[in-house]
Each structure stands twice: as C-alpha cells, then as structure tokens.
C-alpha cells in the first residue's frame, strides 16, 4: 500500500460505500502557494494594534481554493473560553459577504454567526454599536469576509458607503481584515484607493503543468482508498486532468473524485486516464455553453 498514507491503509478493506463516503468528504491537500498565504495570515493575526491595519485580498477564479483557504485558516482559530476567564474569545470570525452591499444585513450576519439577540427592526445605529461592542468584548483579531465582490452588486453609492464601513470597523477595533473573491474583488477595493493601499494581494492563479502541478495530483492520489496505484502523475494522466478541470483545483478535486468511485464500482480500484474518459463529468466552459442553448 505504498500509494497511500497510513491513515488510509485501514480504508481499503472498508465497505465500499464507506469507502464512497470517504472519498465523496472533505479533505484539505496543502500546496505551497497555500501554505505562503496561510503563514500570512498568521503573521497579520499576530500583528500589533495599529491605527492603520494591514489587510488581506485573496483573488482567484471561482473553486480555486479560496473558501477552503478561508475555512482551513478559521478552523485553526476557533473560538475559546480559557479556564481563568469567563467570556468567549474569538480571535478570527468568518462571514460571507450578503448578496448585497447593505449595512443591516451585513450586521445582521455578524451577529448571527456570533449567536448575538438580535432585532431585525433595531435602529441601525444600535446594530452598529451592538456589533462593535461585541467584537471588542471577544477580542476579535481578524475578520475573515469571503465572497467580497459582491459588494458591486450595489449602486456606486452603497459600494463607498459600504467600503467606508469596512474601513471604518477595521480602525475602530485594531483588527485586520482578510478578504477574498473573484478578480472582481480587486476591483471592489480600488473604489476607495486609500483602502486599496492596506489590502496586500495574494493571488491563487490557475495551475499550469508543472512539478508543482504533479505534487498535487500525488496528494490527491495518497487520500484515495483504492486497492491499486492509479499513478494520477503519469503525464498523460495528468494532462488531461489539467485539461478537463479548466485549471482550477475544485474541478481537479471533483474529476478524481468521481474517477475514485468509478475504480470501486467497476472493482479496477484505480484511476487511468481511460477511467477519465468513463466518468460523467462537463467542464465549466461546457456548463455555460450547455445553459446559453437554453431558450
């Protein structure tokens, strides 16, 4: 079993839906852009209490790898209640973006992750005092907002209210930001160019065939609990990989996900690239081609 990691090795001779299950769950696969954006993201959770914070902006296409990022950072910090004290300590919280740059909700969201009493109908000034209040009482470090290009989804109005908020919130509490979402996201920040001057960029691009590329695919290939070496790092094997997920690591993940449960189900208990071409599986391209034939 020396294509596998260790903790797999019992996996093998499971059941095959558990086996399924296994492959089908969530599992983080370091690489080295993401271990240099993570080591980042600590540096700045650590960083002193300033009157200008320095911030975050993680870009990348769509199922690239921002969100688990985001989660595998978030999961590292969570929240505390140490034996001496009698409050919670929340030294990273995570949001999303609403569909909308709108203040209410955006308090609205904070508060229901911190599992705040709320009133949809408080005045907003109250939300805003409220918000801040708690986020000093747990003694926050870092908020995470993911999906941050949503904000262009309001008048250009909301977008430099909405940023000013931003900026405002992060001055306020001493507290570092980190955001992330697609390209457009950059362009969310460049509204306001004194907020853009504290947002470092960090960028995950898509992945191109290289010895960096071909590690991936090793890592990927570790976690499978499959009887047989699929050897996904084969060249042509790892080309049409490449090919089929357009680039990004969400596709590449879901292309060997389902190639892992065919090599169970057809009992090859492998991954070839002759299983590739088997799998029922559309590029985001074609999706998009797919939806614009519909009338």
């Given at each position: 079993m020396k294509h596998l990691i260790k903790s797999v090795h019992l996996a093998v001779g499971l059941d095959d839906q558990i086996r399924i299950n296994k492959i089908l769950s969530e599992k983080w696969i370091g690489y080295t852009r993401a271990a240099t954006i993570l080591n980042r993201m600590e540096e700045l959770?650590?960083?002193?209490?300033?009157?200008?914070?320095?911030?975050?902006?993680?870009?990348?296409?769509?199922?690239?790898?921002?969100?688990?990022?985001?989660?595998?950072?978030?999961?590292?910090?969570?929240p505390i209640v140490l034996p001496t004290d009698t409050h919670l300590k929340v030294p990273v919280l995570y949001v999303q973006m609403p569909p909308k740059p709108d203040e209410r909700r955006f308090?609205?969201?904070?508060?229901?992750?911190?599992?705040?009493?709320?009133?949809?109908?408080?005045?907003?000034?109250?939300?805003?005092g409220q918000v801040l209040s708690i986020l000093r009482k747990v003694e926050i470090k870092t908020l995470i907002i993911d999906e941050l290009h949503h904000i262009l989804a309001g008048t250009y109005t909301n977008?430099?209210?909405?940023?000013?908020?931003?900026?405002?919130?992060?001055?306020?509490?001493?507290?570092?930001?980190?955001?992330?979402?697609?390209?457009?996201?950059?362009?969310?920040?460049?509204?306001?160019?004194?907020?853009?001057?504290?947002?470092e960029p960090a960028l995950l691009p898509k992945w191109n065939y290289d010895a960096e590329y071909l590690r991936l695919l090793k890592s990927f290939e570790l976690l499978l609990p499959l009887k047989k070496e699929s050897n996904l790092t084969k060249e042509e094997t790892a080309i049409k990989i490449l090919s089929m997920s357009e680039g990004t690591i969400g596709e590449m993940a879901t292309i060997i996900k389902k190639s892992a449960i065919h090599g169970i189900q057809s009992k090859s208990e492998t991954v070839t690239r002759k299983t590739l071409d088997k799998i029922t599986y559309i590029s985001p391209s074609n999706r998009k081609r797919q939806f614009e034939t519909i009338s």
């Open positions: 959770l650590n960083h002193p209490k300033t009157h200008r914070m320095p911030n975050m902006l993680i870009v990348g296409p769509t199922n690239n790898g921002k969100t688990l990022l985001l989660n595998k950072f978030f999961g590292s910090h969570k308090y609205n969201v904070i508060l229901e992750t911190l599992n705040a009493p709320q009133k949809d109908n408080d005045r907003l000034e109250k939300k805003h977008q430099r209210v909405f940023l000013n908020l931003i900026k405002y919130i992060s001055n306020e509490l001493g507290m570092v930001i980190v955001s992330a979402g697609i390209k457009d996201a950059y362009h969310v920040i460049n509204i306001d160019p004194q907020l853009a001057n504290r947002f």
